[in-house]
């Protein structure tokens, strides 16, 4: 898998730059830098041994996963951007040394993204992945609790997709007669709403 060109500058980590690259080789990942941050891009078949040698190694040790989120770039640079639709962006610590870094890997499928899950290297992992699985619906292959944890349990689609309606797909209330919660289609239709402005006759000539 091809990974999305981006321009490339020159790190202001150099020193994090020569592990990486001296671990990984040119060919198997892409860094960038920008506003004094690192990001690292790999693809999908290197992800975990990317993301346990920046773990393990040596002048690396990224030891805390700070964050792990879902990217949909369907719309992205209004609707200009060609390349896979999904990403997982994680974000890591090392404690250790004191520097952090940037991982981002694409999922190869857009009809259904799937990526190993990374419990077994951070198991905080965990609850981030659930997390962008429900907004996302991206699959954590070998997850061991894959479940939502933000929508409810009849929840119906993934609302962080870029083509997931305002309103959702249904919505639910309590039902008297049957005395409990009940799911059914949207009752809001769809419309455009354009603010009114008003303003003083002479607005803006003193």
């Given at each position: 898998m091809n990974l999305p060109s981006h321009p490339i500058?020159?790190?202001?980590?150099?020193?994090?730059?020569?592990?990486?690259?001296?671990?990984?080789?040119?060919?198997?990942?892409?860094?960038?830098?920008?506003?004094?941050?690192?990001?690292?891009?790999?693809?999908?078949?290197f992800y975990l041994p990317a993301l346990t040698a920046l773990r393990d190694l040596?002048?690396?040790?990224?030891?805390?996963?700070?964050?792990?989120?879902?990217?949909?770039?369907?719309?992205?640079?209004?609707?200009h951007y060609e390349g896979p639709?999904?990403?997982?962006?994680?974000?890591?610590?090392?404690?250790?040394?004191?520097?952090r870094i940037r991982v981002k890997v694409f999922a190869s499928d857009d009809d259904f993204p799937r990526l190993p899950?990374?419990?077994?290297?951070?198991?905080?992992?965990?609850?981030?992945?659930?997390?962008?699985?429900?907004?996302?619906?991206?699959?954590?292959?070998?997850?061991?609790?894959l479940r939502r944890i933000l929508t409810d349990y009849g929840f119906v689609g993934h609302p962080?997709?870029?083509d997931f309606p305002t309103s959702g797909y249904v919505e639910m209330r309590y039902d008297p007669e049957q005395g409990r919660v009940v799911y059914q289609p949207v009752t809001i239709e769809p419309r455009e709403i354009t603010p009114r402005v008003i303003r003083e006759d002479h607005y803006g000539r003193n």
């Open positions: 500058s020159v790190p202001l980590l150099p020193s994090l730059e020569q592990a990486i690259v001296s671990r990984f080789g040119a060919q198997n990942i892409r860094l960038t830098e920008a506003l004094g941050e690192v990001t690292l891009s790999v693809s999908p078949e040596p002048g690396l040790r990224f030891d805390t996963l700070i964050d792990l989120c879902g990217v949909d770039y369907s719309d992205y640079r209004m609707g639709r999904f990403a997982v962006v994680l974000h890591l610590l090392s404690v250790e040394l004191n520097q899950t990374t419990v077994q290297i951070w198991p905080a992992a965990g609850w981030y992945e659930r997390e962008a699985f429900d907004l996302f619906g991206i699959v954590f292959e070998g997850h061991p609790d962080f997709r870029k």
